[in-house]
Each structure stands twice: as structure tokens, then as C-alpha cells.
Nanobody, 120 residues
Framework: QVQLVESGGGSVQAGGSLTLSCACTASGSIFGTYAMAWFRQAPGNQRELVAT???????YYSDSVKGRFTISRDNAKNTVYLQMNRLKPDDTAVYYCAAKRALRVTYDYWGQGTQVTVSS
């Protein structure tokens, strides 16, 4: 059973930075084949895709975070990161890590989420 464990959430003032980490229990060779993503969900809102990184390191960002957030992965550590800079109160949400096996359309595995709170 593959598990994803997020860490790095917390409270920060607007303009500050946080780095989220997501550790995957899959073996290194398998982790490298997964597409990874960060989603977020604010109270009362639907879950929103924030960023993705493919097994080939192709990256996508939502317009709301482009230029402020950076997604990366370290296959040697089975970990994906989300560096968040110039945070805004609108970034306040629970952030979830997700993994998708090759050729799958939907994400197969999800973390438990980590809270990010940005105060003005």
C-alpha cells in the first residue's frame, strides 16, 4: 500500500514563505514513474489543483500560483516539494499531495493533508 505523508504546513504572514514536503512509501524505482501533484482545499471551496510534476519533470502550475510557487521532486528521496513564496491570505487551505500511476487519468494515492494559514 502506497502512503503519502505531507509535512511543512503552518501559519505565516502574508508575503512569507513555506515549503511543503510529501514523502512517498513506494520504492524509489516506482516513485519515479508516478506523476505527482499538489492540491488544496479551502473551507467551503472545491478542491483545486495547484501544481503537477510528471515522471519526466514536466511541470504545470495553476494561474493562481504561477510565479510564486515551485514544485520539484527528488526521486532519490521519494519526495515531492512545494516551495511557496509571496504567500497571500487566499492561499490559506489544506494542501494535499497526490500520486498518479503511469497512464492513469485520476490520482491513485492521496496524503492526509497539511494546513497552511496565511494571515494579513
Amino acid at each position: 500500500q502506497v502512503q503519502l505523508v505531507e509535512s511543512g504546513g503552518g501559519s505565516v504572514q502574508a508575503g512569507g514563505s513555506l515549503t511543503l514536503s510529501c514523502a512517498c512509501t513506494a520504492s524509489g524505482s516506482i516513485f519515479g514513474t508516478y506523476a505527482m501533484a499538489w492540491f488544496r482545499q479551502a473551507p467551503g471551496n472545491q478542491r483545486e489543483l495547484v501544481a503537477t510534476i510528471s515522471s519526466g519533470h514536466i511541470i504545470y502550475y495553476s494561474d493562481s500560483v504561477k510565479g510564486r510557487f515551485t514544485i520539484s521532486r527528488d526521486n532519490a528521496k521519494n519526495t515531492v516539494y512545494l516551495q511557496m513564496n509571496r504567500l497571500k491570505p487566499d492561499d490559506t487551505a489544506v494542501y494535499y499531495c497526490a500520486a498518479k500511476r503511469a497512464l492513469r487519468v485520476t490520482y491513485d494515492y492521496w496524503g492526509q493533508g497539511t494546513q497552511v494559514t496565511v494571515s494579513s
